[in-house]
């Protein structure tokens, strides 16, 4: 009886902490607002700057790809850089570095719509803490590369929030790839890059090598209310 009683006492006070109409609001241990993964991720990167660092050598017919390299990690990874860069050549891509201080993701698309314009980027890969357009269309906020890829598209934020609503004629004019560390914690952001073009130039020239092994993959026929699977090997 007394454990019940207890409970109601508790249960009132709560109700007479919060009155009906007064949203409640969550706060950490330092008594800071929660904020967006947005917020916490894009504020206080600082103006943008753009400085170019290599450019194809000579004149070449190779599809063009910039690497977009995050200035706060550059200099640990120039050795690696050159190397991942002269397999890209080695596959025929024209290479343009680009390293990338502040700014946003708007920035950066106008510099590669610029490129793009010149007719021969096909592609771009983001190296490091780059950033990405950020979307909310009604299911919650969510990072989009597609901003990045999208080089004629419309893309609509109304309320200058930095999120976009809706985009319209939006396609992926080229291709954007990530190597994004950054996050991580078994190790620095420049130990895992490097470790990374490391084992892409290995398996690029022959040095190192995947196992063959079969995957199960489930698919549906169509008509058919149960799937059947395959065996791929990969």
């Given at each position: 009886m007394i454990r019940f009683s207890l409970v109601v006492?508790?249960?009132a006070a709560f109700a007479r902490g919060v009155p009906q109409g007064i949203p409640i609001q969550?706060?950490?241990s330092r008594g800071r607002e929660c904020s967006s993964t947005r917020i916490s991720i894009e504020t206080g990167r600082g103006s943008y700057s753009r400085r170019i660092t290599e450019t194809p050598i000579g004149a070449t017919e190779g599809d063009l790809v910039v690497l977009l390299v995050d200035a706060g990690v550059y200099p640990g990874i120039t050795g690696g850089l050159s190397t991942f860069q002269n397999d890209l050549e080695l596959e025929g891509y024209a290479i343009e570095v680009?390293?990338?201080q502040g700014g946003t993701a708007s920035d950066i698309r106008n510099d590669l719509q610029a490129e793009y314009a010149s007719g021969?980027?096909?592609g771009a890969m983001a190296i490091g803490d780059i950033p990405t357009g950020w979307m909310d269309n009604g299911y919650g906020e969510y990072p989009i590369d597609m901003y990045l890829m999208d080089m004629n598209g419309s893309w609509t934020d109304s309320n200058s929030d930095g999120l976009f609503e809706s985009y319209s004629n939006g396609a992926p004019e080229i291709w954007l790839g990530r190597l994004t560390p950054t996050y991580l914690t078994f190790a620095s952001e420049t130990e895992l890059l490097n470790l990374y073009f490391?084992?892409?130039?290995?398996?690029?020239?022959g040095a190192m090598s995947l196992p063959q092994r079969p995957w199960p993959m489930k698919k549906h026929s169509p008509g058919s209310p149960t799937p059947w699977t395959v065996c791929m090997t990969a």
């Amino acid at each position: 009886m007394i454990r019940f009683s207890l409970v109601v006492l508790f249960a009132a006070a709560f109700a007479r902490g919060v009155p009906q109409g007064i949203p409640i609001q969550y706060m950490d241990s330092r008594g800071r607002e929660c904020s967006s993964t947005r917020i916490s991720i894009e504020t206080g990167r600082g103006s943008y700057s753009r400085r170019i660092t290599e450019t194809p050598i000579g004149a070449t017919e190779g599809d063009l790809v910039v690497l977009l390299v995050d200035a706060g990690v550059y200099p640990g990874i120039t050795g690696g850089l050159s190397t991942f860069q002269n397999d890209l050549e080695l596959e025929g891509y024209a290479i343009e570095v680009w390293e990338i201080q502040g700014g946003t993701a708007s920035d950066i698309r106008n510099d590669l719509q610029a490129e793009y314009a010149s007719g021969s980027l096909v592609g771009a890969m983001a190296i490091g803490d780059i950033p990405t357009g950020w979307m909310d269309n009604g299911y919650g906020e969510y990072p989009i590369d597609m901003y990045l890829m999208d080089m004629n598209g419309s893309w609509t934020d109304s309320n200058s929030d930095g999120l976009f609503e809706s985009y319209s004629n939006g396609a992926p004019e080229i291709w954007l790839g990530r190597l994004t560390p950054t996050y991580l914690t078994f190790a620095s952001e420049t130990e895992l890059l490097n470790l990374y073009f490391e084992k892409n130039h290995a398996y690029r020239t022959g040095a190192m090598s995947l196992p063959q092994r079969p995957w199960p993959m489930k698919k549906h026929s169509p008509g058919s209310p149960t799937p059947w699977t395959v065996c791929m090997t990969a």
